[in-house]
């Protein structure tokens, strides 16, 4: 039995150690062996809430709100910038102005089922944003845990 | 091959074909996986990572020995024993409110829900623990096809 799990303990490990290496120096994750690559064969990075929320105490990054703007104005991460998936073209042109590439990005949406903050993601990282990650538990985790939230229809930079 | 045989072969064959189809996907998307483990906020980031990378291929190579019949009672002990790690990390998801996908089949994807992925574990493992009780490797001994085989026996 010990031989089975040390087995599949070397092969994970040795398939997986670029996106190991990765993780360990915190860069944006470098897709698996057998994964499916975007343009850049680089995927955005998941980031958990407490991580979310040590960026946001440091104000090291940028939050961007891959949701609607009715939802955005209804409530967002004090401080997000809207970028909504349906809005992309225009919104991403003003985004780029205003936002250096070199910025750290976090991008959210609904929580854990919804998908736009990946696509927002993999577009600004396509655009350039070297440093790009995905908040998965999104509005409603940040919301439930008492963090700091923001009303209205700007944006309202900290 | 009597029905008892029978009825053990394919309840060997389910195990392993569950952990297989629970574990290529994983395999195939490791990021989209150590984004539901993170989901569950119990590891430090870097380990979250660690799971992702090894925790498919536990799943994966279970499910191959099972399937072709060879450590059949290792493999399924490994499997219980994954099973219960699952089963008590649910729970405590459940305890604590998080309503999230259990990443037990689909990475990244939004499927089940805790309670829903709690009743099949147990019902998984069940299963794994009578393939155990079930289980007569010393069979393999007498198929001299499966001889080479032999050679990955610890």
Same mark, same amino acid.
């Given at each position: 039995?010990?031989?089975?799990?040390?087995?599949? $303990?070397?092969?994970?490990?040795?398939?997986?150690?670029? $996106?190991?290496?990765?993780?360990?120096?915190?860069?944006?994750?470098?897709?698996?062996?057998? +994964?499916?690559?975007?343009?850049?064969?680089?995927?955005?990075?998941?980031?958990? $809430?407490?991580?979310?929320?040590?960026?946001?105490?440091?104000?090291?990054?940028?939050?961007?709100?891959?949701?609607? +703007?009715?939802?955005?104005?209804?409530?967002?991460?004090?401080?997000?910038?809207?970028?909504? &998936?349906?809005?992309?073209?225009?919104?991403?042109?003003?985004?780029?102005?205003? &936002?250096?590439?070199? +910025? $750290?990005?976090? &991008?959210?949406?609904?929580?854990? +089922?919804?998908?736009?903050?990946?696509?927002?993601?993999?577009?600004?990282?396509?655009?350039?944003?070297?440093?790009?990650?995905?908040?998965?538990?999104?509005?409603?985790?940040?919301?439930?845990?008492?963090?700091? &939230?923001?009303?209205?229809?700007?944006?309202?930079?900290? | 091959?009597?029905? %008892?045989?029978?009825?053990?072969?394919?309840?060997?064959?389910?195990?392993?074909?569950?952990?297989?189809?629970?574990?290529?996907?994983?395999?195939?998307?490791?990021?989209?996986?150590?984004?539901?483990?993170?989901?569950?906020?119990?590891?430090?980031?870097?380990?979250?990572?660690?799971?992702?990378?090894?925790?498919?291929?536990?799943?994966?190579?279970?499910? #191959?020995?099972?399937? #072709?019949?060879?450590?059949?009672?290792?493999?399924?002990?490994?499997?219980?024993?994954?099973?219960?790690?699952?089963? %008590?990390? #649910?729970?405590?998801?459940?305890?604590?409110?998080?309503?999230?996908?259990?990443?037990?089949?689909?990475?990244?994807?939004?499927?089940?829900?805790?309670?829903?992925?709690?009743?099949?574990?147990?019902?998984?493992?069940?299963?794994?623990?009578?393939?155990?009780?079930?289980?007569?490797?010393?069979?393999?001994?007498?198929?001299?096809?499966?001889?080479?085989?032999?050679?990955?026996?610890?």
């Amino acid at each position: 039995m010990a031989v089975i799990a040390a087995l599949a $303990l070397f092969v994970g490990v040795v398939w997986n150690r670029t $996106l190991l290496r990765d993780a360990w120096r915190g860069n944006p994750v470098s897709g698996g062996a057998g +994964s499916v690559p975007t343009l850049e064969g680089v995927q955005p990075l998941p980031l958990g $809430l407490m991580q979310a929320k040590e960026f946001f105490d440091r104000r090291e990054a940028t939050f961007v709100d891959a949701r609607d +703007s009715e939802a955005f104005s209804r409530g967002r991460i004090a401080g997000a910038r809207s970028l909504p &998936v349906a809005k992309l073209g225009p919104g991403l042109g003003r985004f780029r102005q205003t &936002v250096p590439l070199s +910025s $750290l990005i976090v &991008v959210y949406c609904t929580g854990f +089922s919804c998908q736009d903050s990946r696509t927002v993601a993999e577009k600004l990282q396509r655009t350039g944003y070297a440093t790009v990650y995905v908040y998965e538990g999104g509005f409603p985790e940040w919301q439930a845990a008492g963090y700091p &939230v923001a009303k209205g229809g700007l944006d309202d930079r900290r | 091959m009597t029905a %008892g045989n029978a009825s053990r072969i394919g309840l060997r064959l389910l195990l392993g074909g569950l952990f297989l189809y629970a574990g290529v996907p994983k395999i195939l998307d490791p990021v989209g996986f150590a984004g539901n483990v993170a989901a569950y906020r119990l590891l430090p980031y870097f380990y979250d990572y660690v799971v992702a990378a090894v925790f498919p291929w536990l799943e994966v190579t279970c499910g #191959i020995l099972l399937v #072709i019949g060879l450590r059949v009672r290792a493999a399924a002990m490994l499997l219980l024993l994954l099973d219960l790690v699952f089963i %008590g990390v #649910i729970s405590s998801a459940i305890v604590r409110g998080l309503d999230i996908d259990c990443g037990c089949f689909r990475p990244g994807g939004g499927s089940a829900s805790p309670w829903m992925a709690l009743g099949r574990d147990l019902l998984i493992l069940c299963l794994a623990a009578v393939v155990f009780w079930q289980a007569d490797d010393s069979g393999m001994r007498r198929h001299p096809a499966r001889w080479p085989l032999l050679m990955f026996r610890s």
